[in-house]
Each structure stands twice: as structure tokens, then as C-alpha cells.
């Protein structure tokens, strides 16, 4: 077995006995990897310089757990070491030492990133009673014991997600075979993220693959490629949809898990859907608007509360992080205009959105994942209110209404001289301005927009190509 980077920079850190003993005992690794070098007589000595690298080498997954302010994420994503006690009970167990086991013989750098995983568990819950502390441990290490190369990191990391959220295992008995099958969706998914498009057909893709897995072979990308070249300009969307943090139903909290396994990627930033400032946060890979609409016909199969849910559709480009200034201001006025107009040409009325983190018909600009060359960038600046620049938020969302906001947003985006023909929409700045909008004129508005799309010869293209992915990728 090679070394792999990640390991050969902690090994440079230890002595040559320290490395005869990490490598030597499975015990000796998941202990070091959390700080720890076990001596004789039980005896420990604090050494965190490889839990210091795997900390730093696991940034990005801090943001995905826990946003990008990760006040909270010191226990879990420590360079400090706790109680060496806590650890030994942890990684004595059968499952943790199988479930490492059997990625360490294939890939000693994923090994030591959920020997990380499994560490921050019993860091968070190190005032927990031993027994009840190992046993979120040992849930945690049957869920990886289910994956397959590609996919125990993303098993980890959504587990883990799952206990922070619950505090608890979980009891459900289809867990473990519906874990196998997205394990196995991961796993047959190729696509390893070059561009932005990338993360939301990798979602898609292996929810599509999980849901398929009885029935077809898995879907590969190559077979849409002569579409995606087509649509590969266009502006990337998301969505983040907002459930009350009191919801509760039995097997929720596990299909989120199952959703956050089809949405991880390694360094992408991209946070897992979770609870976070009063509400439950679902979240979605972004990507151009046909994959996004594919991406979220999908993933309602499996949480199907988005479909009565107020949602944030995010809009981005690959030229530059949108800002306040007057470069942008008018172009953003218009597109928060026409999200509020269709808000309006779907309800009568200004539903009641509580506990969200901005009101219902704002606008916002805040952090962004974009991919370029295989590269996540993480970019953008959020503080509350309007945001400083990065992706554009329009949280004008409710029900149902995600594909046709995302198409019509998307699209005047990638052609802003629509808004010559439909006129400065700027006025429309609140729900009730939309509301006062005849219905006649919101429709004329789209209509418009699709004009203008079937005008312009690569964004007819793209218009075509989009609904033969979105055909492709449906379930």
C-alpha cells in the first residue's frame, strides 16, 4: 500500500518509534489521529501535531457541518486533544475498529479523516456517560462499516451530522439497507467536480442511482454530455428551503442523513441541510437550472416536506461574486423584482413565514461554493440584512414553485437585455408591490422572458438540452 499525501505529511511530524507504533496497531492510529500516542501500563502521551494537519486538511467539512462562523464547531473540529480514557473506550470497540479497518487497507488518508470523524464524536460528547457515549460511536462506525471506497467519508460525515442533530442512534430498520443503497449510488457515481454545474449533477445523479438501484444500470454522466455542453454557461442555481425547527416526524431526521450521503463532496464547503438560526435548513448542490430542477424533482422524492416549504432560490456566475455597487444594483433590483412577481403569480395573499432569517419577499448577498478546475472556492460575506457581495439570495419561495423561479430567474440572468423590452422592474421592491401587478402584466413579464429566450440561438439550445436532462434525470 503507497502513502498516500495526507499521511506521509503526519508521518514526517513523528519519530521513528512513534511511526512503528501508529503503523503497527489499528488501536495506535485512531489514537494518534485525535492526539494520543498509547504507551505501556496505559500510559498516554499528548501528541497533536497529526490531529493539528487533519484539522486543517478538514476546514471545508467544518463549514459543511456547522456554516461558516464554525463558533461552534470547536469540540468537534478540535487540535486539542480531551481525556485519553474517553478514546481508548471508544476505539476498543468492535465496530470502530472494523469499520476503520476496512477503509485503511484501501486508502490510509480517508482512514485517518474518519478516525478524525469518529474522535469528534466523543469530543462533543465527552460529558456524556461512557456507555451512552459509545453507543452514538457504534452507530456511527455501523453506518461507515457500510461503505465502499468512494463513499465512507460521505457516510461519516452525514452520520455524524445525524447525532449532533438527534443525539441519539436510530432505531429505524430500513436505515441500514437504504444507507447501503445510497452507498452503492456514490460509489457508481464518476463525476469527480471540475466546475460548479459538477455538484448538483453528482447529486442528482446518485439520488436518481439510489432510487434506480433495482431496476436499470446506474446512470453515468458521459451519457449527457452532448446536452450539458449546451447548458454549461448558464448561471447556477440552489435553493435552501426552510422547515420549522419543531418539526417532527418519525424517520425525518434519517432520510435528511440519506440526502446530506447524495449532497457530500470532499472540500466542497457546501452545507449540510440541517438546524441552524430556528429553522430546519434543507439544502441542495447547486448547478445550471435544468440539473437544479432535476436535482430538486429528486430530492422531494426523499424529503418531500420541500414541497411545502418557503425556499431561498440562490442565483451565482463564474465571472465574479455579485455586490451593492452600481454595477450590479440595478441588474439585482430586477431579479429580486421578478422573483417577487412570481411569488404573486402563485398566491393571492403574503403567507406567514416565521422564524426565518430574513422576511419573506428579501434579497441578499452572501457566501458561495463555486468549483473551477477542480478547485472549491469559498467566497462571499453575509452578516445579516442585504449581505455584502457573493451569490444573490431571493427568498420569494413557497410550495412548489422552485422550477418555475429558478428557469425564469436563470434565464434573465444569463440574458439581462430582457429587461430593455419589460422596463425597469425596481419599484417592485415588497411582496404587496408585486400583488399590485396585475395578473395580465406578470404574465406579460414571463411571457417575455420566454420570448427572449426562444430569440437568442444559444439559449434556445440550452433551453432544449435542459429538458431532455431534465427528462434523462427524472425518477
Not at 467519508?153 to 436510530?170: C, F
Request: one cysteine or more; charged letters at 20%.
Amino acid at each position: 500500500m503507497s502513502e498516500n499525501p495526507l499521511h506521509r505529511q503526519i508521518r514526517n511530524t513523528l519519530s521513528s518509534r512513534e511511526r512503528l507504533a501508529i503503523d503497527g496497531s489499528l488501536y495506535n492510529f485512531l489514537m494518534f489521529c485525535n492526539g494520543v500516542i498509547p504507551h505501556k501500563n496505559n500510559k498516554f502521551e499528548i501528541n497533536a501535531s497529526g490531529m493539528e494537519i487533519l484539522r486543517k486538511n478538514l476546514w471545508p467539512e467544518a463549514v459543511t457541518f456547522f456554516g461558516p462562523s464554525l463558533e461552534s464547531s470547536y469540540s468537534f473540529f478540535s487540535d486539542q486533544p480531551i481525556d485519553s480514557v474517553k478514546y481508548k473506550e471508544a476505539f476498543s470497540s468492535v465496530p470502530v475498529r472494523a469499520a476503520v479497518y476496512d477503509i485503511k487497507r484501501n486508502d490510509i488518508d480517508q482512514a485517518a479523516r474518519v478516525a478524525y470523524l469518529l474522535g469528534g464524536l466523543v469530543r462533543t460528547f465527552s460529558s456524556y456517560e461512557s456507555w451512552e457515549r459509545n453507543k452514538l460511536i457504534d452507530f456511527e462506525a455501523k453506518m461507515i462499516k457500510l461503505g465502499e471506497a468512494k463513499s465512507y467519508q460521505s457516510l461519516a460525515m452525514a452520520t455524524a451530522m445525524y447525532l449532533l442533530t438527534t443525539q441519539r442512534a436510530s432505531t429505524s430498520t430500513w436505515l441500514e439497507n437504504d444507507v447501503s443503497k445510497m452507498s452503492g449510488a456514490i460509489a457508481s457515481d464518476t463525476i469527480t467536480p471540475k466546475r460548479t454545474l459538477d455538484l448538483g449533477l453528482s447529486q442528482a445523479t446518485r439520488l436518481k442511482n439510489y432510487y434506480n438501484q433495482a431496476e436499470s444500470a446506474p446512470l453515468v454522466p458521459e451519457a449527457l454530455e452532448e446536452q450539458i455542453e449546451t447548458v454549461r454557461d448558464l448561471p447556477t442555481v440552489g435553493a435552501e428551503f426552510h422547515i420549522p425547527a419543531t418539526y417532527q416526524k418519525p424517520g425525518f431526521w434519517e432520510r435528511i442523513a440519506l440526502l446530506n450521503m447524495s449532497q457530500y463532496q470532499p472540500g466542497s464547503y457546501v452545507q449540510f441541510s440541517r438546524i441552524d438560526r430556528g429553522v430546519i435548513e434543507i439544502r441542495m448542490n447547486p448547478s445550471v437550472v435544468p440539473i437544479a430542477i432535476a436535482n430538486y424533482n429528486l430530492l422531494s422524492i426523499l424529503v418531500p416536506e420541500v414541497r411545502n416549504a418557503y425556499f431561498t432560490t440562490t442565483l451565482n456566475r463564474d465571472s465574479g461574486d455579485f455586490n451593492w455597487d452600481l454595477e450590479n444594483k440595478g441588474m439585482l433590483e430586477n431579479l429580486h423584482a421578478l422573483g417577487l412577481l412570481g411569488y404573486a403569480s402563485f398566491f393571492e395573499n403574503v403567507q406567514d413565514a416565521t422564524n426565518a432569517e430574513i422576511p419573506l419577499g428579501g434579497v441578499y448577498l452572501g457566501q458561495t461554493v463555486k468549483f473551477h478546475e477542480g478547485k472549491a472556492k469559498f467566497t462571499g460575506e453575509w452578516s445579516g440584512g442585504l449581505g455584502s457581495k457573493g451569490q444573490v439570495g431571493i427568498y420569494t419561495g413557497y410550495g412548489n414553485t422552485f422550477p418555475f423561479l429558478a428557469y425564469n430567474l436563470s434565464m434573465a440572468l444569463a440574458n439581462p437585455g430582457v429587461f430593455d423590452t419589460i422596463g425597469d422592474l425596481s419599484t417592485i421592491a415588497t411582496i404587496d408591490d408585486a400583488m399590485s401587478v396585475s395578473q395580465h402584466s406578470r404574465k406579460w413579464i414571463f411571457d417575455k422572458i420566454s420570448e427572449s429566450v426562444m430569440k437568442t440561438p444559444h439559449l434556445r439550445n440550452a433551453h432544449e438540452s435542459g429538458r431532455k436532462l431534465i427528462e434523462i434525470l427524472k425518477y
